[in-house]
């Protein structure tokens, strides 16, 4: 009868272990989702919208067990304001929580709040620390952070090196950002040997995931032939990228290859087009530009009060060029 009553009690502790084990296989799932769309969409709100009403009890219930995972999820359904009511308070105290037993997400979210002041008073040195602690996990967006606080000396010692190293890191599994940064750093020598080459490499991996700065600067070097031969074909096919994610350089830039005709057909209207892209963002050469071809009729219908009214923004903002013609421009007839 003794064995018995060992044998059912077995059973009960072997049942009880398969159950946790499927909970937590389950939030593993559910957490490797979330980053997918994280890195997909630059945003969580969609997966949370749509599971913390359908999940809520569940991540509940394992957090109050001690999950970290359920806890870092329950904290987003309260940040987001979604199957919940939106309450800060709360999205901390989860976070924290997670933070405390190890949870690499949870560290580098907590960082990112006391780095800002969001939730909690800010605090740049507590941001790294808790940051270096996911970073050697092999969390990639902590390991971006704790690059950056190297690189800006952000709560820690500046290093130059140690950001690159950082960098390095969340380049090789992938991160977008890390990948730009290392580029940056190949690119002007810091903290590692210049090199235009190897510049332009990351570039193009950063480039290639939709980072518009990436996208610039790679065409840019196409168009110079550093790093990679000069391609001015290459160069408008990256510069048309960054330009119609609204990248006002990139727009002013990609103008330019089409009034000149460098990489693609000429096309004065094109280029106006692009330009007034620009130069509706403020860009300074661009609305000389745009001023220049109303004024000549160059690729618009020549339009002498449209011409001084974007030479005068530009002017307004101390660009000599355009003052000079504005000057020019107010001396021939009406």
């Not at 989702?33 to 749509?50: D, V």
């Not at 060029?321 to 001396?331: E, H, N």
Request: hydrophobic content about 45%; proline content about 1%; glycine content about 10%.
């Amino acid at each position: 009868m003794k064995n018995q009553f060992m044998a059912i009690l077995c059973a009960f502790a072997i049942s009880g272990m398969a159950s946790a084990g499927d909970d937590n296989t389950r939030l593993k799932a559910m957490a490797a989702e979330m980053e997918s769309i994280f890195k997909l969409k630059g945003s969580n709100e969609t997966y949370f919208a749509e599971n913390c009403p359908k999940h809520l009890a569940f991540w509940q219930q394992a957090a109050q067990q001690g999950q970290p995972i359920a806890q870092t999820l329950l904290a987003e359904c309260y940040g987001y304001g979604k199957g919940v009511a939106k309450d800060g308070a709360q999205f901390v105290a989860w976070i924290r929580k997670a933070a405390e037993l190890g949870y690499a997400q949870a560290q580098t979210l907590l960082g990112l709040m006391y780095a800002e002041g969001n939730g909690v008073a800010k605090d740049e040195a507590q941001a790294a620390a808790l940051w270096r602690k996911a970073a050697e996990q092999g969390d990639a967006r902590a390991q971006v952070s704790l690059g950056v606080a190297y690189a800006k000396g952000l709560g820690i010692t500046k290093d130059e090196v140690q950001s690159v190293t950082w960098f390095r890191k969340a380049a090789e599994q992938g991160n977008a950002g890390a990948q730009f940064n290392l580029a940056v750093a190949y690119d002007v020598g810091l903290g590692i040997a210049q090199d235009a080459a190897q510049a332009a490499a990351w570039y193009r991996k950063a480039a290639e995931q939709g980072v518009a700065l990436a996208q610039y600067n790679l065409g840019l070097m196409y168009t110079k032939g550093v790093g990679v031969a000069k391609d001015d074909a290459q160069a408008v096919e990256w510069l048309r990228k960054a330009a119609k994610k609204g990248h006002a350089e990139a727009q002013y830039s990609l103008g330019y290859m089409y009034v000149t005709g460098k990489g693609v057909a000429k096309d004065e209207a094109q280029a106006v087009t692009w330009w007034r892209k620009a130069a509706e963002q403020g860009h300074i050469r661009a609305q000389n530009n745009l001023g220049v071809a109303y004024a000549l009729g160059l690729g618009i219908t020549k339009d002498q009060s449209q011409a001084e009214a974007w030479l005068r923004k530009a002017a307004a903002q101390g660009d000599t060029v355009a003052q000079d013609a504005l000057r020019q421009l107010s001396q021939l007839p009406k």
